[in-house]
Structure formats: C-alpha cells, structure tokens
C-alpha cells in the first residue's frame, strides 16, 4: 500500500496554503533544492565538461524516462524525456502522418487542449500535402473514426472539465479502421491509471510539470510502440537523436528504438529537479493513487454541491470518466478564483466559467479537501469575491 502521509511529508508547500493546483504546476519535492545544488555545484561547478560523462547527464533522458514508464504502463526502453510537449505533440504527429503516407485525416476533438491543435495545423501548413485536422465534439470521436483517418490525436483528459475519454476502446476503434493512435497524457500521467501498453496506444506524450511535480519548464516525455519505433523516420532530426553523434557524420540515421525521439541538448539541471520527484513517484502504486484520486473527488464534490449550490458541477460524476480533477462553472468564476486563492486555497480559472481543482492524494489530505470546501463556501456565501480586486486579469490565470 502506498503510504500517502509519508509523501506528504515530501513536499514543500508554503504554510496556510491549500494547493489544488498540482494539475497545472506539481509543487516542490522538499528534496529538490539540494539535489539542485548538488546539480550546480558537484557536478556542472566541479566536473565541468566531463558531467556529460561521470555524471551521467547524458544518460539521464532514458534513464528518467524509463522511470515515467512504469507509471505510464509502457515497459523499459520506450519513453524518452525531452524538449516541451508541443514539440512531443509535433514529433508524434510527423511520424504518424508518415507511416499513414495515402491517408489524410488527423482526427481530435474540441476539449484537447489548443496547443495540440496548433501544432497539427502547423504541420498540415508545413507538408503541404493536402492534410485536414478534422476536430469533432469529445463524444463524437468514435463514430467520426473511419478509413480516411491516418491518425487519431486524443487529449486524454479534459483539461477544462476532467472528463476522462475511454482510451482502449477508442484506439481499439482506431485501429480497426487502420489509423494510428496519438495520445496525450498531460493530464493522466501521474494522475491516473494509465496503461499504454495494455491500450496498445502507438504514441504517447506528456508533460512532468504537471502532475508529476518536476517543475517549471521541465522536459516533456514520448513513449512509441516498440513494434513501431523501428520504423519511424525522425522529423526532428537532431544530432542526439542520430545513431553515432560523436561519429559527426553528415549525413543523418536515426538513432536505436525510442533513442531516436531525442533532438537536442537534454536539459541537465531541470532534469535534476524531476529526478527528485521521481524518487517520490518510485514508492508510488498507481491503483492506490487512483483510488485515492477518487475518493478525495467525490468528498470535494459532495461538500462543495451541499454548500455551494450556485457552482454547477462540470466533471463527469462517474469515476470512468473522471481524471483527477474537479470543475466547477460560476459566470463569475475568475473573481471567484481570486478570491480563494488571496485565502490560500489555489486551484485555477480557465475561460469561460470554469473553477479547476487539481486532486493530488500525494500531498492533499481530507482535511485540506474539507477547508478549501469550507473557504469557497464562506466565499461565496458573503460574496467577497465582487471586491474590485479580485476581477482585475493577470496575463495567466
Ligand atoms: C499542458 C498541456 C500542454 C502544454 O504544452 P507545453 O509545450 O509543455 O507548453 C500541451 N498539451 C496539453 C494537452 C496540455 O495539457
């Protein structure tokens, strides 16, 4: 069993705070500063250009990756760390479309999140090949998965609501009709019980600075069906991505297995930071997590419907179509944010009308579930959030 008041104990957070954010930006691992001097001092101050080497950096993206792994489902050898998601998101997107060279439907659905969208648009520019992103309501993805479609590129949960699609089946839907499978899990790795191997997913990207706590600006991860990855052509083909690239040949061949996902420069010292999340990730079960998710949610929900009944709840109440995150719609939900977070209690506003509260069993207890119910209750009951302070918009919300 996973012994959440320890990883409690694991975690940083400022006194007074309630934080149900951790679906947007994971708090700090109480380890993280001083592996990150370590990082600064030890190994770039004292070993200089040898770190790449006696340190390991460059070992790290695989090394890490294979630890985002298990978490994922995928087994050892098919996550690699790197860059941003957006750029995992074009990378996934680029090989799919290749291995699918007469089809020229890519299919998503309105709740991905937008950068996801973007990035398909700005590829389908690119080829110039004739290629339409094809984007339907989240509930019709199924039915609109048919011949012509070379790839499906799936959020799989919900930023805006936490509503949780059903990935086996739609990829086993997908690939009854010949396309491949995209599947992005900003929201599910480190968030729920996520099995890419077992939903036989052919790519998977994420990002390590949401849910599972590796910082700001930490790297993003993809994993690639190992019966696949032999034959992706890199779009992005970088020099750490080639086969031998101290060889400096000049002429580009892509590196072995997952290796290959690997473009640039890894990012040494953010990877120190995540690698002490995930020695807090190491001693974790995702089904206790899971089960822990949900019963944390179905508290905050439950308290939140009995004394807050202006908030209309926009999470799906069934736990198969929930990740770990509870939203709520106010018309005034932004001052409403405010509000709670100048008391302490962070979760945040995404437009139009939507309240995000991230659910995170590693360092959130009942209690903090039952103050933050309490807080948004005695907000709204006196109604402070209509101070003219709490409707003025910062540049992030
Ligand atoms: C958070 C998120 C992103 C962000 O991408 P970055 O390149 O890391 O900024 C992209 N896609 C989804 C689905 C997300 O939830």
Redesign the pocket.
Known sequence: MTDFQATRAMFDLPDGVTYLDGN?LGPLPAAAPERMARAMRGEWGEMLITGWNKAGWMDQPARLGDRIGRLIGAPEGTTVLG???????HQALAAALALRPERRVILSDSG?????LYMAQGLVEQLGRGHELRVVAPEEVEAAIDEDVAVTMI?EVD?RTGRRHDMPALIAKAHAAGALAIW?L??SAGAVDVDVAAADTDFAV??T??FLNGGPGAP?FIHVAPRLIDEVQPALSGWLGHADPFAFEPGYRPGPAIARMRVGTPPVLAMAALETALDIWDGVDMTDLRAASLALGDRFIAGVEAACPELELATPREHAQRGSQVSFRHPQGYAVMQALIAQGVIGDFRAPDILRFGITPLYLSEGDIDRAVDVLAAILRDKSWDRPEFHARAAVT
């Open positions: 947007s860059d941003t998601l957006s750029i995992k998101v991905n999140f937008p950068s996801d959020t930023y992005d900003a929201h994420g990002c600075y949401k993003a």
